[in-house]
């Protein structure tokens, strides 16, 4: 319920910065009735969702419907998803002529159609040992095997009703072995399973098999790509807790093997899965009788990426690209995206914003989910949601790791060019992978690419003066760099993953985060630039809209942490560190806070001690008094800057937010310095950071300057005023 009332809250506010389009808009021309709009986005649309069309009486019904509504009417995703982004496109102002995608035309290939489809081929099956199988004393790190041990013909394999049944037919001898390079006369299909001994009763789909050769020219027809070409991804049986898949021996004309020799067993399938994918000639289909595809806590490497994801990849994409260009294809391979998000309050309204997305028919985007609350009782339902969309995947953390972990593990589970990290809070705009895959094809040597999140108009004192003290500024960065961008925060970046650069999220900042995001990116962007790359682009289209934390209530804990945490940045990159005019206010509370605990702790040697202590107490809210009082001179002050931006924000108790905002900041002073004391870095007390890492030049520093300055002069008076008379103790 709190997801849904957040998200209601972030739609119906946002937002005074982005210009939102009317969620019902006005007829435009000819199109002025649903089945007009739905013949005007083309791809039979009208047929296909005849369904919910004889509901829709008049053009503000079409409007109003959902995901779900077209989910429960039986409309199939792709359908869905392409009606939902043309809804999308036309509130913004779009023509369909201009933004209709039409369909592929069928594809003739001189009768081979026919002839391919009707072809009786045998079926070779193969197993490779699973994981499970190194408790059996069975090496599964090895290269996969090289001989076809069992072949069965395709009536057969057709009237298996059981894994078990599929093997025993399997080991009717009734063929020769071969080695992949030269299949055996006759073999057309090779199955290749995991020997999982958990999935061995599973049920089978009936007839599964006589729909192998169809399944293989409707990849053909839709990739555009010669017949044979792509796999067949098969979950096994109801539990779905084994993969399958079925490759044409245009496969092993291609490759002369399965897989590189380099490739585990265990990791073949997913090789041959991400292999197939940019050609969008990977097609799922389940072996059993129900569909899911989510495999919640799937195996991922623990410490660092899939080794094959870099040079073995590419390696065969080339071997790929050149057969086509043998074959006279010239195929371009997608742009492929993994939106990974890493998520410990699993709010599912928030993520279905998220996982909605439609991406361009010239991209390929999964999901992966990291889960980092491994008893939260979302699970169960995100997984059922999406328990049928192959492009989702659901990691479960087994304990709480934190934000920098969980995207580790989501960026190492991935397996395609680029990935795209988002909080798990966030709304992301619906064109959002659009403008992502437009600047990674303009930009395709970029390190990466940062988006704007936005936050809603302030509401209450309690925003107002979260934004007034400066704490969200970066979030929009994108809107002062457009190329060369110093960072973005991780709630909308895009980074290259398909270079082994060894960089991920350094696990030594707060699990709740705290400036990961800035030592990820500068040494992203420095590794890309050193390597004949670029560095971080801004793409300000590509944003997102951030509720405030805590439905809009006061979080100071929140902003403690991450300055302790990014207080480290000056130790890591001191080139960007400096030294500061004077003690900040949260220095000054900390100076005050001692000087108390000392005068308790030497009370009983010395009396004074309390005047000490009292004193120390004064001079802590005196503190406070000159930093609000400071701030507040600067919303009063005519024609300052300052003054400029609270005038800015419309609230009647505005005068309160300024004096928050100024707690808000000494509390992020105060986290900065905490953390310098507790990592023992004492050369740093007394130093700053240049958030724009250079970038900016020396204005923003010249004013923290004046303003520390000033403040501590006016406290320096209150130390003199305040001093006890210890003589006459």
Excluded at 171 to 198: I, K, M
Excluded at 338 to 346: E, F, K, L, N
Excluded at 453 to 475: M, R
């Amino acid at each position: 319920m709190r997801g849904s009332t957040i998200l209601r809250q972030v739609l119906a506010e946002s937002s005074s910065r982005i210009v939102q389009p009317a969620r019902i808009p006005t007829p435009r021309g000819d199109i002025n009735t649903p089945a007009a709009f739905l013949s005007a986005i083309g791809r039979d649309s009208a047929k296909k969702l005849s369904g919910p069309l004889s509901g829709w009486q008049e053009w503000d019904d079409m409007w109003k419907t959902n995901g779900e509504v077209l989910k429960d009417a039986g409309v199939g995703v792709k359908d869905r998803r392409y009606f939902l982004w043309c809804l999308e496109k036309f509130r913004a102002g779009g023509d369909p002529s201009e933004f209709a995608i039409p369909a592929k035309p069928k594809k003739k290939f001189r009768g081979w159609d026919s002839q391919f489809e009707a072809t009786k081929g045998t079926f070779g099956v193969l197993l490779l040992p699973s994981r499970e199988r190194q408790s059996e004393g069975q090496d599964t790190t090895a290269s996969p095997p090289r001989r076809i041990e069992r072949t069965v013909q395709s009536p057969e394999l057709s009237s298996a009703t059981r894994l078990e049944d599929l093997l025993r037919i399997s080991a009717t001898p009734n063929g020769s072995q071969g080695e992949y390079s030269t299949l055996p006369d006759g073999v057309e299909y090779v199955v290749v399973l995991e020997d999982r001994p958990q999935v061995v009763k599973e049920r089978l789909g009936a007839n599964w098999g006589s729909g192998v050769p169809k399944t293989f020219s409707q990849i053909s027809k839709t990739a555009g790509t010669p017949l044979g070409f792509g796999c067949l991804v098969g979950s096994v049986g109801e539990s779905h807790s084994s993969r399958a898949l079925v490759l044409h021996r245009t496969h092993f004309e291609i490759f002369g093997a399965l897989a590189p020799d380099t490739i585990a067993p265990a990791d073949a399938v997913n090789f041959l899965r991400r292999l197939y994918r940019p050609w969008g000639a990977v097609k799922y289909d389940g072996m059993g009788p129900a569909r899911g595809w989510n495999f919640v806590g799937e195996a991922t490497q623990p410490n660092g990426p899939l080794p094959w994801s870099f040079d073995v990849l590419e390696t065969a994409e080339r071997t790929i690209l050149s057969w086509l260009e043998r074959s006279g294809r010239v195929i371009s391979p997608k742009v492929t995206i993994d939106v990974v998000i890493a998520s410990y309050r699993v709010q599912i309204p928030l993520l279905h914003s998220m996982l909605e997305l439609i991406p361009a028919p010239t991209c390929s985007v999964e999901f992966i989910v990291v889960v980092d609350d491994p008893h939260s009782p979302s699970i169960a339902r995100l997984t059922k949601e999406y328990r049928s969309r192959p492009d989702v995947h659901i990691l479960v953390n087994n304990v709480n790791c934190g934000a920098s972990a969980s995207r580790n593990r989501g960026m190492w589970h991935s397996t395609a060019e680029w990935v795209h990290f988002f909080d798990d809070d966030i709304v992301p705009s619906p064109d959002l992978l659009l403008e992502s895959e437009r600047a990674i094809l303009h930009h395709p040597k970029a390190a990466g690419f940062v988006g704007n999140v936005y936050f809603p108009p302030p509401a209450n004192v309690a925003t107002t003066a979260i934004k007034l003290s400066g704490v969200t500024s970066f979030w929009d960065i994108a809107n002062r760099f457009k190329e060369d961008v110093p960072w973005g925060v991780t709630g909308n970046l895009v980074v290259r993953r398909g270079v082994r650069d060894g960089i991920s999220f350094d696990l030594r900042f707060p699990k709740t985060g705290g400036g990961e995001d800035i030592d990820f990116c500068l040494r992203k962007s420095l590794w890309s630039k050193q390597n004949g790359g670029e560095g971080l682009y801004g793409v300000p289209e590509m944003h997102a809209i951030h509720p405030w934390w805590n439905n809009g209530g006061r979080t100071y804990e929140r902003f403690f942490k991450w300055a302790k945490g990014d207080g480290a940045l000056m130790a890591m990159f001191p080139q960007f560190a400096y030294s500061a005019a004077a003690p900040n206010g949260g220095e000054v509370l900390l100076c005050c806070v001692i000087i108390a605990m000392v005068g308790l702790i030497l009370g009983p040697f010395l009396g004074s001690g309390l005047s000490i202590s009292i004193f120390g107490v004064k001079l802590f809210f005196a503190a406070i008094l000159v930093n609000v009082g400071y701030s507040l001179y600067g919303y009063l002050l005519q024609g300052s800057e300052r003054s400029n931006s609270y005038r800015s924000t419309k609230l009647d108790a505005l005068p309160l937010a300024v004096a928050e905002s100024a707690l808000i900041r000494m509390t992020s002073e105060m986290g900065r310095t905490v953390g310098v004391l507790h990592r023992r870095e004492w050369n740093q007390l007394g130093r700053r950071f240049d958030w724009w890492a250079g970038r900016a030049g020396t204005e923003q520093r010249i004013a923290e300057g004046r303003l520390e300055k000033r403040t501590f002069q006016i406290w320096l008076l209150f130390v003199i005023v305040l001093s006890p008379d210890f003589s006459s103790n």
